[in-house]
Nanobody, 121 residues
Framework: VQLQASGGGWVQAGGSLRLSCAASERIFSSAVMAWFRQTPGNEREFVSAIRWGTSRTYYADAVKGRFTISRTTADNTVYLQMNSLKPEDTAVFYC???????????????WGQGTQVTVSS
């Protein structure tokens, strides 16, 4: 499956952005879709995940209460609504698909191309 991420951009601190990740084919109910982010020189960091079948969600502590992950099964798209953005949220955001829940990049087999999010102070 190919994943196409979009929605990144520049925003001032306190602002909001909504990322989208569209899959090229049907996502099965057993799958987990996730968002990671990465800054230069650092490892890719788990942000959030959603179980496709149950829509149960998971968040990193750093984004809990500010970010919301959701999905629409009709068009195989996962979203990340990001509110109250902070400069430290600046990163390239990646969507990923896995078959089991995990917070390590190795747990996911398919990746989108990344979308840049820049938050200015």
């Amino acid at each position: 499956v190919q994943l196409q991420a979009s929605g990144g951009g520049w925003v001032q601190a306190g602002g909001s952005l909504r990322l989208s990740c569209a899959a090229s084919e049907r996502i099965f109910s057993s799958a987990v879709m996730a968002w990671f982010r990465q800054t230069p020189g650092n490892e890719r960091e788990f942000v959030s995940a959603i179980r496709w079948g149950t829509s149960r969600t998971y968040y990193a502590d750093a984004v809990k209460g500010r970010f919301t992950i959701s999905r629409t099964t009709a068009d195989n798209t996962v979203y990340l609504q990001m509110n109250s953005l902070k400069p430290e949220d600046t990163a390239v955001f990646y969507c990923a698909r896995g078959v089991g829940l995990g917070n390590a990049p190795a747990d996911y087999k398919s990746w989108g191309q990344g979308t840049q999010v820049t938050v200015s102070s």
